[in-house]
């Protein structure tokens, strides 16, 4: 015989906005289960940041996500900032540091981000299952009844916040996409997001070049991002690619900008100052060795500078500051630091969360389509959303 339990609210998944939501509704009174089928809370938290949890961005705001209805993240971004989270970081004597372009870290662990907001649970009476998958939800006279282990639980509030699909080794799973389409909700086809891009065709040859990294711009779609690129064995990552891998369309280019801080008739000049240099020589003032050795045999061009026609270094400046790359794929959800696309937000309340034809059911955090770029943003889309969800509960 199972025992059963009601609640005032449920939330499934013990991540980043499923502990926030669920720490704002105990702290207002409600009876909450917070359950995860995963043996431990917060595992997504601990591995992030290089385990020191780049925990916001002090520039986040709408313009930094990408979402079908871009305007959606707005309204929770707007009541609960990264200003707000940082006092609560800092209220636990948590030390941090600003790395660049306003990402924060823990001076030292992500175990320290975890251990605050289990302790906000705790304050507000929260309880936590762990290790028993959810299963058998169903929903009649406005209350979610669903199994967990040998339990029986129900609310009239239910919360999704179990993320999308990943990084799969931890857990993640598309679960929030099947109850979602149970109820009804339409789903953004999910992908992998901030992930690395694989080469092959005519740009195989780029992969010899693994683990050598330069500044560049790189733009892909609408995304346009100053940061490091990396070569892989496989292709090319880092932070710029990662940036623009969320842009990216199969069959689409990727454009590199190898020499941002040159201006155009830098390589005219360096004729003329440098009439005997090469150009492999050339872009070696500017570039990693192996990078200007590659790309000078690309181009193709012999000799010396005073060797070329002012026409043919014309053209080869624009190629470095506009180098077309045709990426044949993703390294996939394996490597994907979060899910682009998910739960789409024309069905949910911007202020609440809540699916506007199922009252009580909540959706939160990386499954809904709302997608942060690189450096916080994903978990400042997760404390808004749940602290958004949690007031309404």
Not at 109 to 127: F, H, N, P, R, T
Not at 175 to 186: N, P, Q
Request: glycine fraction near 12%; aromatic fraction near 8%.
């Amino acid at each position: 015989m199972r025992s059963s339990a009601v609640y005032d609210a449920i939330i499934l998944g013990a991540g980043a906005a499923g502990m926030m939501a669920a720490a704002v509704a105990g702290r207002n009174g409600r009876r909450v289960l917070l359950a995860d089928h995963a043996d431990a809370p917060g595992k997504k938290i601990l591995i992030s940041g290089g385990g020191r949890c780049n925990f916001t961005n002090l520039r986040a705001g709408p313009g930094n996500y990408l979402s079908a209805n871009p305007h959606f993240a707005r309204s929770a971004l707007a009541r609960y900032t990264a200003a707000d989270f940082l006092e609560l970081v800092e209220r636990y004597g948590i030390a941090w540091h600003e790395k660049t372009l306003g990402q924060l870290f823990c001076d030292g662990s992500a175990k320290q981000i975890v251990a605050m907001l289990l302790d906000q649970c705790a304050q507000g009476g929260v309880e936590l299952s762990l290790g028993h998958a959810a299963r058998e939800i169903g929903h009649a006279d406005g209350v979610f009844t669903l199994a967990l282990g040998a339990r029986t639980v129900s609310a009239p509030k239910l919360v999704i916040a179990t993320g999308g699909p990943s990084i799969p080794k931890m857990g993640a799973t598309g679960f929030a996409y099947d109850v979602a389409r149970r109820f009804g909700l339409k789903v953004v086809e999910p992908r992998p997001a901030l992930v690395p891009l694989t080469l092959g065709g005519d740009d195989v040859l780029f992969r010899d070049l693994s683990g050598v990294a330069t500044e560049v711009v790189a733009c892909a779609g609408q995304g346009r991002f100053r940061e490091a690129a990396l070569f892989t064995h496989r292709g090319f990552s880092g932070p710029a690619i990662l940036q623009v891998s969320s842009y990216w369309r199969h069959g689409e280019e990727v454009t590199i900008d190898f020499l941002p801080d040159r201006d155009t008739g830098w390589l005219l000049a360096e004729k003329r100052a440098r009439p005997r240099a090469t150009m492999r020589s050339t872009l070696g003032q500017a570039l990693p060795d192996r990078l200007a050795e590659v790309l000078a045999e690309r181009l193709g061009l012999a000799g010396n500078l005073a060797d070329q026609s002012d026409k043919a270094l014309a053209a080869v400046e624009a190629r470095l500051t506009g180098w077309s790359f045709l990426p044949n794929g993703t390294e996939g959800f394996a490597k994907a630091e979060v899910t682009i696309g998910g739960i789409a937000t024309d069905g949910l309340s911007q202020k609440t969360m809540e699916a506007r034809a199922v009252p009580g059911l909540h959706f939160i955090g990386e499954g809904v389509d709302v997608t942060g770029w690189l450096g916080g943003y994903n978990f400042q889309w997760a404390w808004a959303s749940g602290v958004a969800c949690g007031e309404a509960l």
